[in-house]
């Protein structure tokens, strides 16, 4: 294989992989949906060797995806983020993308809310060596 053909099949096996695994699919389950061998799935997710796009339509399926999605890698950017947010969003009217662009919104401020709490709560632990429990 070429060598960015080979870096793609790699980008594009890890998040078959992933997304498996995210999906707790071991590769045999994920193997005989797709009427295939383990073995031939493996050296898929490794990137030895790249899926022609028929197969990557129905290995994007199976893992409730999009194809374009199976090209990104673990370490996208955030603008690539972006872009996925918004092809996610782009079938829906101008209303609803409105709504879902409020709900994000929100369900990240309560994360990093969250997330501030467990900062604290650890930092109290670190510096008292006591949790709520221990009081």
Do not use: W, Y
Not at 6 to 13: D, F, P, Y
Not at 114 to 135: D, F, H, I, P, Y
Request: proline share 4%; net charge positive.
């Amino acid at each position: 294989m070429a060598r960015e053909v080979q870096k793609l099949a790699r980008i594009v096996g890890a998040a078959i992989a992933s997304r498996r695994k995210q999906k707790g699919m071991t590769q045999t389950e994920l193997a005989e949906r797709l009427r295939m061998g383990a073995d031939s799935l493996s050296r898929i997710e490794k990137g030895v060797v790249a899926p022609r796009f028929p197969r990557l339509e129905e290995i994007a399926k199976a893992l409730g995806c999009r194809v374009a999605d199976l090209f990104r890698s673990n370490n996208s950017s955030l603008q690539e983020r972006a872009e996925s947010i918004a092809d996610i969003l782009r079938p829906l009217p101008p209303d609803m993308q409105d709504e879902m662009v409020f709900l994000i919104e929100h369900m990240v401020a309560a994360m990093l809310k969250s997330q501030n709490a467990g900062q604290q709560r650890s930092r109290l632990v670190e510096t008292t060596g006591k949790t709520e429990c221990s009081r």
